[in-house]
């Protein structure tokens, strides 16, 4: 499978962001698809989570209230609205897709840089 991540930019604090994450080469709505980011220095976290029916989100504190997850299974695509963009938001954002059933199998996109500053 491929994921390729669109949208990253520079921003200014305050300011919004939606990242795209288009998918192929598997059964997209069988998969559950997850935003996480990556801060210089920081491990890994995960940002957002949504079910493979798109019926279920989940959020990092962080985060919760500002953004937004969503997914279309018509396009294979699932997106990341960012709103009251802070600049500890900046980080590389990285699109997930885990099967949720039989072999579990799990694609990572190449990430798409996302920088909040003034």
């Known amino acids: 499978g491929q994921l390729v991540e669109s949208g990253g930019g520079l921003v200014q604090p305050g300011g919004s962001l939606r990242l795209s994450c288009a998918t192929s080469?598997?059964?997209?709505?069988?998969?559950?698809m997850s935003w996480y980011r990556q801060a210089p220095g920081k491990e890994r976290e995960l940002v957002a989570g949504i079910s493979s029916a798109g019926g279920s989100t989940n959020y990092a504190d962080s985060v919760k209230g500002r953004f937004t997850i969503s997914r279309d299974n018509v396009k294979n695509t699932v997106y990341l609205q960012m709103n009251s963009l802070k600049p500890e938001d900046t980080a590389v954002y990285y699109c997930k897709a885990l099967e949720v059933l039989g072999y579990k199998r799990e694609y990572w996109g190449q990430g798409t840089q996302v920088t909040v500053s003034s």
């Open positions: 080469g598997f059964t997209f709505n069988r998969y559950r």
